[in-house]
């Protein structure tokens, strides 16, 4: 009878924290790679919410950007789990969508950090900076800056890529809608006739793009006295194109408020960025992954937005007056990377 005892205690003993474990509720990060300074801290701001409130964390990611294969066995890994919901940074915004109605049909919460499915609607909620809000401050930033060299000013396009993709649309337009130029198509890149834009090049978000998208755009204009960057490593490329040829004095402005980004703005490099929190996109979404687990409700999108937004900030060491904005110092300690 003792041994059958012991025998029954010690299957309780080894059975007691596989139960547990199987209680224990799971989200879901598939972010677009596991290398960019962006996504590390995304991940790590899920970690550590998760470990706060005792949930299992799952994450995975392409093996490059623009992998949707791998995101899509990510999510049928999830839904195979029981996973309760699925926090994604789509590398395809289209070519994911399919997957997700899988997902979203098993019951599962499905939200957009950072970019937004195309249609948005095919994920529950879309966490994300205001990008286009990002764009309006360095716009108005540089507009102020220049005062009224600002009629004449030769402004350099530095975007993303061909695609149009929602985020580079809309940090590209919102630059132009605060520097004071009219818009045309508000979701298309370069369709507008305003002389003062020298051109649009495409940098791949990468410094060696900037720099040679900036290469090709002093050819077309060697008096170009503003630049606007899709984001900061495309920032730096664009700097060392123009330190190349003497310019120096080029107003750059861009978006992300990395740390080597921030930092460029400390020395001068860049004159302004427009900073966003992935940390806090990733610590939203597993709030709200959890809160649909246990009420049902999904998040609701911030007022006037078809979005939850999840901030922005002005960082630059030239303050303009009516435009908030803070010091370099003080982005140091909120940066990212």
């Given at each position: 009878m003792k041994k059958q005892l012991s025998a029954l205690a010690l299957a309780m003993a080894i059975a007691s924290p596989l139960s547990f474990a199987a209680e224990q509720p799971i989200v879901g990060l598939i972010t677009k790679t596991n290398t960019n300074p962006f996504f590390v801290k995304m991940r790590q701001g899920a970690e550590e919410k998760a470990k706060a409130e005792g949930i299992k964390l799952m994450s995975f990611s392409g093996k490059f950007d623009g992998d949707n294969d791998s995101q899509v066995q990510a999510i049928e890994n999830l839904i195979a789990a029981g996973a309760k919901g699925i926090l994604l940074t789509p590398s395809d915004p289209?070519?994911?969508?399919?997957?997700?109605?899988?997902?979203?049909?098993?019951?599962?919460?499905?939200?957009?950090?950072?970019t937004p499915l195309s249609p948005a609607t095919a994920a529950d909620a879309t966490f994300a900076t205001d990008n286009f809000k990002a764009g309006v401050l360095i716009g108005e930033w540089a507009k102020a800056q220049l005062g009224d060299k600002a009629a004449s000013a030769k402004i350099a396009m530095l975007d993303l890529n061909s695609s149009m993709i929602t985020v580079d649309v809309a940090r590209d337009q919102g630059f132009l809608q605060g520097f004071g130029i009219d818009l045309n198509d508000p979701k298309k890149l370069g369709d507008e006739t305003d002389p003062r834009i020298v051109?649009?090049?495409?940098t791949q978000g990468a410094e060696e793009g900037g720099r040679t998208a900036m290469e090709n755009l002093m050819q077309k204009d060697p008096g170009?006295?503003?630049v606007y960057t899709i984001n900061e490593p495309a920032a730096a490329g664009a700097y060392e194109a123009l330190k190349a040829v003497g310019k120096t004095d080029v107003l750059i402005v861009s978006v992300d408020g990395g740390c080597p980004g921030v930092s460029n703005v400390k020395d001068g490099v860049i004159g302004a960025t427009s900073m966003q929190f992935p940390l806090l996109m990733a610590t939203m979404g597993v709030d709200a992954i959890m809160e649909y687990a246990k009420t049902g409700a999904k998040p609701q999108a911030s007022e006037g937005l078809d979005f939850v937004n999840t901030g922005v900030e002005l960082i630059t060491d030239q303050p303009t007056e009516g435009i908030p904005s803070k010091t370099s110092a003080e982005g140091l300690e909120l940066c990212w990377g």
């Amino acid at each position: 009878m003792k041994k059958q005892l012991s025998a029954l205690a010690l299957a309780m003993a080894i059975a007691s924290p596989l139960s547990f474990a199987a209680e224990q509720p799971i989200v879901g990060l598939i972010t677009k790679t596991n290398t960019n300074p962006f996504f590390v801290k995304m991940r790590q701001g899920a970690e550590e919410k998760a470990k706060a409130e005792g949930i299992k964390l799952m994450s995975f990611s392409g093996k490059f950007d623009g992998d949707n294969d791998s995101q899509v066995q990510a999510i049928e890994n999830l839904i195979a789990a029981g996973a309760k919901g699925i926090l994604l940074t789509p590398s395809d915004p289209v070519a994911i969508v399919p997957a997700v109605e899988r997902a979203r049909e098993a019951g599962l919460l499905v939200i957009a950090l950072d970019t937004p499915l195309s249609p948005a609607t095919a994920a529950d909620a879309t966490f994300a900076t205001d990008n286009f809000k990002a764009g309006v401050l360095i716009g108005e930033w540089a507009k102020a800056q220049l005062g009224d060299k600002a009629a004449s000013a030769k402004i350099a396009m530095l975007d993303l890529n061909s695609s149009m993709i929602t985020v580079d649309v809309a940090r590209d337009q919102g630059f132009l809608q605060g520097f004071g130029i009219d818009l045309n198509d508000p979701k298309k890149l370069g369709d507008e006739t305003d002389p003062r834009i020298v051109g649009n090049e495409v940098t791949q978000g990468a410094e060696e793009g900037g720099r040679t998208a900036m290469e090709n755009l002093m050819q077309k204009d060697p008096g170009i006295n503003v630049v606007y960057t899709i984001n900061e490593p495309a920032a730096a490329g664009a700097y060392e194109a123009l330190k190349a040829v003497g310019k120096t004095d080029v107003l750059i402005v861009s978006v992300d408020g990395g740390c080597p980004g921030v930092s460029n703005v400390k020395d001068g490099v860049i004159g302004a960025t427009s900073m966003q929190f992935p940390l806090l996109m990733a610590t939203m979404g597993v709030d709200a992954i959890m809160e649909y687990a246990k009420t049902g409700a999904k998040p609701q999108a911030s007022e006037g937005l078809d979005f939850v937004n999840t901030g922005v900030e002005l960082i630059t060491d030239q303050p303009t007056e009516g435009i908030p904005s803070k010091t370099s110092a003080e982005g140091l300690e909120l940066c990212w990377g």
